[in-house]
């Protein structure tokens, strides 16, 4: 078996080197490709941070076994990290969260909770735009084949690592569309999995039962920002966000990873804890099939943690034994190698692998039709009702003014003195009783608000999809 690596940047190095003797020492037998990615091939020109030959190597080994790595500040670099992700349609961030009580401190000795992440759409899609002088926007990208892997995956690593239940958190109260959908897409196929429980929570008052109470929680799915977020919550309730370690799952290729950066502050002092990078090599030899390596490792791991050997980020006096560095912890793990902890729960991964989904297949097609339009206005005043007046001149034999927000907010007709308002406003166009608007109204307008100098910086064109309206409502309205 060959897996590509990449040593990172910082404190990459020296954690890479010692997970890779701890999976030498447990018979992984594994054979690794290197590649170069990071702050060299950044500030080497390479606005990307790798190369074609590095993405060729990651693409023929189908497995990426990543330390972390520093992106310049400035410059115009992009996150490798987010790059990857989207590149090799690695759709599903896996981040295990679990207290290692009483011997790492911790608030919550019984946390033991999976977040399953969405990790190639959402806001980090990071498709963002300044649209006048005071506003700038990002789009929120949710599709449905996007929703229907993720949260299918949550539920097949559910039945498979014997979870009882799945917790979706959106917030579909507001986002009623995008987060809508995904809530919507959950209970479709909650329902296919009888055998596990399933809930859904509003996104802050689930997050703040998960860090009060978070043995309530089993695996929880969610979209990509929320994810981000409640996971680092969460390895940091745990016991330390050094502890952690990622899987980012596509169809075709994997990608393994501690979740915390690459600290350059630590880099060459032997300090730095190798736990997080070796938990993302354990959930690696899982997905390729080695689970009997990965048990041994993980129940070494534990046992090394239960003996109070520590690196200096978790260590504290009265809890742990021993401070080590980076080098001794990892012989300690090789010492302990066939061991098992006495108190902390042992793992069982019998016969554990990649997960195999369904691939996604695509519902046949609603009816559409042209409700509407909103027309997004750059105008520097800041009254709705002279606006209001300029934009009723260039209505169409089909359409009418129905409506202007400021900020999602409704402002015309009926709005409140009170509301403050930016240059950037949306105007809603919708089709008039008895007619039908088309495409050619829609470039009509754009016409008329043209020769009566308004500047239209945006449109988005308003749909029903099978009868249901599939746009938002302005807020008030």
């Not at 997970?19 to 590649?35: K, P, S, Y």
């Not at 509407?372 to 009723?392: S, Y």
Request: overall charge negative.
């Amino acid at each position: 078996m060959k897996i590509t690596i990449a040593k990172g940047d910082g404190i990459g190095p020296e954690i890479m080197d010692a997970t890779l003797a701890i999976l030498d020492a447990a018979g992984a037998n594994i054979e690794f490709e290197e590649i170069q990615v990071g702050e060299k091939v950044y500030l080497s020109g390479n606005t990307s941070g790798i190369s074609a030959e590095s993405w060729d190597i990651i693409r023929k080994n189908k497995v990426f076994l990543k330390a972390p790595i520093t992106t310049p500040q400035g410059g115009g670099y992009k996150s490798l990290n987010v790059t990857t992700r989207k590149f090799l349609g690695l759709y599903s961030n896996v981040r295990p969260c679990v207290s290692l009580s009483p011997y790492v401190a911790t608030k919550h000795p019984k946390m033991d909770i999976v977040i399953i992440r969405e990790n190639e759409e959402d806001l980090y899609a990071g498709i963002e735009h300044q649209q006048t002088d005071e506003v700038v926007q990002c789009l929120k990208i949710i599709s449905r084949p996007g929703c229907e892997k993720i949260v299918r995956y949550a539920f097949e690593y559910a039945r498979q690592y014997g979870r009882k239940k799945v917790t979706c958190f959106t917030k579909d109260n507001i986002m009623k569309q995008t987060d809508g959908l995904f809530h919507q897409v959950f209970d479709e196929i909650a329902k296919e999995y009888a055998e596990i429980e399933n809930e859904h929570w509003i996104i802050d008052i689930g997050a703040a039962k998960m860090a009060d109470s978070p043995e309530e929680f089993d695996v929880i799915v969610t979209l990509n920002l929320y994810g981000d977020v409640i996971s680092d919550i969460a390895a940091q309730i745990a016991g330390s966000v050094g502890l952690a370690g990622s899987a980012n799952i596509g169809e075709e290729c994997a990608m393994f990873e501690a979740i915390h950066g690459s600290a350059p502050r630590r880099a060459g002092q032997n300090l730095a804890n190798p736990s997080g990078i070796l938990q993302g090599a354990i959930m690696m030899l899982n997905h390729i099939g080695k689970s009997e390596v990965a048990e041994k490792v993980q129940n070494a791991w534990l046992k090394t943690i239960e003996d109070g050997i520590h690196t200096y980020d978790v260590y504290k006096e009265g809890l742990s034994k021993q401070k080590v560095g980076t080098k001794e912890f990892a012989e300690a793990i090789i010492a302990n190698l066939g061991a098992k902890p006495s108190h902390l729960r042992e793992v069982s991964y019998s016969n554990v692998g990649a997960l195999s989904l369904p691939k996604y297949v695509k519902k046949p097609a609603k009816k559409k039709e042209l409700v509407g339009v909103d027309l997004f206005v750059h105008w520097n005043h800041t009254n709705p009702d002279k606006l209001a007046a300029k934009m009723l001149e260039i209505t169409t034999s089909n359409s009418n003014l129905s409506m202007i927000t400021n900020r999602g907010i409704k402002v015309w007709p009926e709005g409140f003195s009170e509301t403050f308002c930016t240059d950037h406003w949306r105007c809603r166009f919708k089709t008039k009783e008895g007619a039908k608007m088309e495409k050619e109204d829609i470039i009509l307008l754009l016409n008329n608000a043209l020769n009566h100098e308004i500047d239209v910086i945006k449109t988005e064109n308003l749909y029903e999809f099978d009868g249901k309206a599939a746009f938002s409502l302005g807020q008030g309205q």
